[in-house]
């Protein structure tokens, strides 16, 4: 498939209208007539009912495609625009809000340097279509475990950092004054639902036993500290790593004990880093 064409089909229905999608494109309304039915004499399949327009069953099926599709091209081309040469001066660093731990924040280059702070499942597409030269994600793990990355593109990854895990919550809570806490035993607890800000609640049930941990608010946002606002108010616990989580006014942290889980963090790159990436990278990697 052309994609070109491709491109257009999805901001088509996107859209829901050809008018609006050759205004946003840059086409003429009858290009993109002409590109839509280009495409579907391709495919051997009508893709867009016309009045009004929407995707056929068959235009289902290929949005599920597209995406991945197009943000391999993307990754292709940008990979290629990397090979040609990195400036030594200046990248584009796209975090987890809670990737960004003050050792980490320490070795950031003095000046030249764009932090964009990103949901998690987006970091790594922004690093394979080269909006971000670097990226910093971060999640539950077993010691030493790598992280589970979505797969879209030829990324690598490396452990950057590790550190305890602790569940905030309001300092009257009973369980405020604990040494140490089970997470199973908080399986039936009230949760912050965060999955930007703080640890994801799917990581939780993963490590948990696979149940419970039901959201009692759901937080959609990466600033984490209306997130710990809102545990010390008592809306629900949340996990965060000890770096965030201790001194929070008015909240109480107490250490996971059982399992033994970490907040791991790794930098995410595609092929060899040069440049200013390269020796960020280098440092993030020196002594923890």
């Known amino acids: 498939m052309d994609p070109h064409l491709l ?61 991945p599709l197009l943000l391999r091209l993307e990754a292709a081309r940008a990979d290629v625009a990397r090979m040609a040469g990195a400036p030594s001066y200046g990248l584009t660093l796209a975090a987890a809000a809670t990737a960004l731990t003050p050792r980490i924040a320490a070795v950031l280059p003095p000046a030249g340097v764009t932090l964009k702070v ?6 790594p597409a922004a ?28 990324l690598s990854t490396r452990g950057v950092g590790e550190a305890p895990v602790h569940v905030l919550l309001p300092v009257g809570h009973p369980l405020a004054g604990r040494s140490g806490l089970r997470l199973g035993d908080l399986a039936d607890a009230r949760w912050l639902d965060a999955p930007d800000a703080g640890l994801p609640l799917d990581q939780l049930r993963a490590a948990g036993g696979g149940h419970g941990f039901r959201p009692a608010l759901r937080y959609e946002g990466t600033d984490v ?40 963090t790794e930098v995410v790159h595609a092929g060899g880093v040069r440049g200013a990436a390269a020796a960020l990278v280098e440092a993030l990697l020196g002594p923890s």
């Not at 901001?11 to 495409?39: H, K, N």
């Not at 990103?118 to 970091?123: G, H, P, V």
């Not at 909006?131 to 030829?154: E, I, K, Q």
């Open 225 to 264: 500290r209306g997130l710990t606002v809102l545990a010390a108010a008592g809306h629900g616990l949340t996990l965060l790593p000890a770096t965030v989580a201790v001194g929070v006014p008015g909240a109480a942290a107490v250490p996971v004990v059982e399992p033994r889980v970490v907040h791991r």
């Open 127 to 154: 690093v394979a279509a080269g909006t971000a030269d670097l990226g910093l994600v971060d999640g539950l793990a077993a010691p030493s475990d790598p992280l589970r990355l979505p797969d879209v593109a030829p």
């Open 7 to 67: 491109r257009t089909f999805v901001t088509v229905a996107r859209l829901a209208s050809f008018s609006d999608a050759a205004r946003e494109l840059g086409y003429t309304q009858s290009a993109v007539s002409q590109q839509i039915a280009a495409l579907e004499q391709d495919l051997g399949a009508p893709l867009l009912a016309r009045r009004p327009v929407a995707p056929t069953a068959a235009g289902e099926r290929l949005l599920e495609h597209a995406g």
């Open 118 to 123: 990103l949901a998690r499942a987006e970091i």
